[in-house]
């Protein structure tokens, strides 16, 4: 009697794990809701506009707002989004490199060029020996705000695809870098003389780069925040629902309207 019970309770065990797995599939082919990652400025804004055209497909869309660069990508690698919407490709690129995620580029939506930020002088003529300008400490756009102090003709730095203060071979007027989240750079910009922020968190902190701004980064493509998802899933009917409410008429219309040139799309 204990062996027959025993293989019942086993055979119940395999039902119970086969049952559950037939759902679990079940589930996931019936799974409507897209979850999307994004940032205050101006993902939020743009995937609410868009909400409508997500259901007129059939999906729901959830969104989640970060306030850092870090756990968007952390969230789609772990399978807590669906795609997410942040950041440019060199960024995702030096995050799969570090992190050994395998996330991809689904589609350039819109440039969002970084400027650098004054409160205490009025033009990069303007900055004194030993003033000292705020850096974000990602990587990508700490170098890409040095290649463009360069391009000024305010420093000099050594070759190679990522730079950061410790390369630079000349500085004139002995310029100063303090390195700091991207998100807390807006509340520092007081303490320095001029501060490199994207323009997401710029935006949301109230700052017009046409009054504060002393060097605004010229449009690039390479730079153009991307619909991002795990690779494999970028054909996926998700993801395609998601980037043709993107890359619509209506939120191109909306980013020119909101933000005025701020913020340009480039689909």
Do not use: W
Not at 220 to 230: C, E, G, H, M, Q
Request: some cysteine; charged content about 30%.
């Amino acid at each position: 009697m204990k062996l027959k019970k025993i293989i019942g309770l086993a055979l119940a065990g395999v039902l119970s794990i086969s049952t559950v797995g037939c759902s679990s599939t079940k589930n996931k082919e019936d799974d409507k809701k897209i979850v999307v990652g994004c940032n205050l400025v101006p993902g939020e804004a743009l995937l609410n506009e868009i909400k409508p055209l997500i259901e007129k497909e059939g999906y729901e869309l959830e969104i989640k707002v970060f306030n850092d660069y870090v756990l968007p990508n952390t969230a789609l690698n772990d399978g807590e989004l669906d795609a997410n919407l942040f950041q440019h490709k060199p960024f995702l690129d030096k995050t799969n490199e570090e992190k050994g995620y395998d996330l991809v580029a689904v589609e350039a939506l819109y440039g969002c060029p970084i400027t650098l930020y004054s409160e205490k002088r009025d033009s990069l003529e303007a900055l004194q020996d030993g003033d000292t300008i705020a850096l974000t400490n990602d990587p990508s756009n700490e170098s890409r705000s040095l290649r463009l102090l360069e391009k000024a003709g305010l420093i000099k730095l050594k070759e190679g695809e990522l730079v950061t203060p410790k390369d630079i071979t000349e500085n004139p007027k002995n310029l100063k870098f303090v390195e700091a989240e991207a998100s807390l750079l807006p509340s520092i910009l007081k303490d320095v003389e001029a501060a490199f922020i994207n323009t997401n968190y710029a935006v949301a902190a109230g700052l017009n780069a046409n009054e504060k701004g002393i060097l605004i980064a010229p449009l690039d493509d390479n730079y153009a925040n991307i619909i991002a998802s795990r690779s494999g899933d970028e054909e996926s009917e998700k993801i395609k629902v998601l980037k043709n409410a993107l890359t619509s008429d209506e939120a191109r219309d909306f980013i020119n309207k909101e933000y005025q040139g701020t913020i340009v799309p480039v689909f």
